[in-house]
């Protein structure tokens, strides 16, 4: 299971940070991510972090968004700075062990003035 925090409303260029937690150990998971859906937009991906530490970013948050992956606390978290009104969206945790996945519930990120 995997339980989103953190999201909520802020200015442009304010930051954010996001935490997934997972209700067991994430140490054997492939890769863990967080995705986006913006109003009436498809789910998009941001941030991945695969098991050997390493990191891939969707250009538009590169730079700004950080992903960071706590094995010993089973968490990940996703550090936004510089957030854009673009930025709105619902933010999903995913898991992916390879031949099974899971999601959170979603946590809503709000950047307006």
């Known amino acids: 299971q995997l339980v989103e925090s953190g999201g909520g409303l802020v200015q442009p260029g304010g930051s954010l940070r996001l935490s997934c937690a997972s209700s067991?150990?994430?140490?054997?998971?492939?890769?863990m991510g967080w995705y986006r859906q913006g109003p009436g937009k498809q789910r998009e991906w941001v941030a991945i972090?695969?098991?050997?530490?390493?990191?891939n970013y969707k250009d538009s948050v590169k730079g700004r968004f950080t992903i960071v992956r706590d094995n010993a606390k089973n968490t990940v978290f996703l550090q936004m700075n510089s957030l854009k009104p673009e930025d709105t969206a619902v933010y999903y945790c995913?898991?992916?062990?390879?031949?099974?996945?899971?999601w959170g519930q979603g946590t809503l990120v709000t950047v307006s003035s």
């Open positions: 995913h898991a992916d062990w390879g031949a099974l996945d899971a």
């Open positions: 067991g150990s994430i140490s054997s998971i492939y890769a």
């Open positions: 972090m695969t098991s050997d530490g390493k990191a």
